[in-house]
């Protein structure tokens, strides 16, 4: 008996939404079904653009449709919590985008109510589901590179000066931590683990209040470090590196990452590549869809604990540059 085809529901109808649901059109498991807009005019062009059946002028009507299997959240982070409640409420498994939440106290409460319940909640971390990726942690697993001693990981952009944009309005979370941050903070827990013994940071806090780059130092217990780097009004290479005792990675444009070469002393260089023909959402839409099948209620790749450690740490080094939002 082969997998059954999951109906997506996409809550919010922006840029994000747009990629997530036409990359569903190639994924192997899920198809986009509705959108929920709190604008049905909206909705309805992003139905007809996508090809998507039904579309809805509120979140709730959304997630009232008994045909809806799993709902993407991809409103802005400071709505996510509140969002995936909405979901969760209505018995539905609930994919959401990264950041989770904007701190650990409002992850704290959605993992306790999805587990409550038994529902199904991730974290939308497509980089996690990349087939790059997955090589990149089968060579990390069978040790090729030795003993990890130090990850590097950096995402930045220079966006246009708009304070009342999302990127740069503390009412609306943002900064470079949690927009870009996630990523690099994401890969090193990904590879040396989400509990480092020591944190160091600082941050440039521009005219609005946040941070518009930012660089972290992770110390952990076996003595290896983590160097990452986070920006929105900064162009910094998207580039991460992983050096071990007897070699090394490097995966460049590791967030979207289509390539990545394994380099160990004395072997020739090992290259990996994706030639994928779309964004790369699909591949976490497949995993959802293999979960929910299997009657998981959350993912191995990236464990609902991990997510919580990763927002405590940026919880940690928010709160080491001072950094609260209006509505915390």
């Not at 997998?3 to 109808?13: C, F, V």
């Not at 966006?159 to 979370?173: F, H, K, S, T, Y």
């Not at 959350?298 to 740490?313: G, N, Q, V, Y």
Request: charged fraction near 20%; hydrophobic fraction near 40%; aromatic fraction near 10%.
């Amino acid at each position: 008996m082969g997998e059954a085809t999951i109906k997506w529901g996409i809550l919010a109808a922006g840029g994000i939404a747009e990629s997530f649901a036409g990359d569903l059109a190639y994924a192997k498991n899920g198809e986009a079904y509705a959108i929920g807009s709190r604008n049905l005019e909206k909705a309805k062009a992003f139905a007809e653009k996508i090809g998507i059946p039904k579309a809805y002028g509120s979140y709730e009507e959304l997630v009232a449709d008994p045909e809806v299997d799993a709902v993407y959240v991809a409103t802005p982070h400071p709505y996510h919590k509140e969002n995936v409640l909405t979901a969760l409420r209505a018995g539905k498994a609930v994919l959401c985008e990264k950041p989770f939440t904007v701190n650990s106290t409002e992850l704290e409460e959605l993992v306790a109510y999805a587990r409550e319940r038994k529902l199904f909640l991730m974290e939308a971390m497509w980089t996690r589901f990349l087939p790059v990726i997955r090589r990149v942690r089968e060579w990390l697993a069978a040790g090729r590179i030795g003993e990890v001693r130090l990850v590097k990981a950096d995402f930045g952009f220079r966006v246009g000066w708009d304070p009342a944009g999302r990127l740069l309005n503390p009412e609306l979370g943002g900064g470079a931590l949690l927009d870009a941050g996630i990523y690099p903070i994401s890969f090193a827990s990904m590879v040396l683990g989400p509990h480092p013994q020591h944190v160091q940071s600082t941050a440039h806090l521009g005219e609005t209040g946040v941070d518009e780059h930012f660089s972290v130092l992770l110390t952990y217990n076996n003595g290896a470090v983590a160097s990452l780097n986070g920006a929105v009004r900064l162009a910094i290479g998207n580039d991460a590196y992983i050096h071990g005792t007897n070699g090394k990675i490097y995966v460049p444009g590791f967030l979207n990452a289509t390539t990545a070469t394994l380099y160990v002393d004395g072997e020739e260089p090992e290259t990996v590549t994706d030639d994928r023909t779309f964004k790369g959402y699909a591949y976490e839409a497949e995993a959802v869809g293999r979960a929910l099948s299997a009657g998981l209620t959350e993912s191995s790749d990236i464990p609902l604990d991990e997510s919580l450690a990763i927002l405590r740490l940026m919880d940690q080094i928010r709160g080491q540059w001072g950094l609260k939002y209006p509505f915390e």
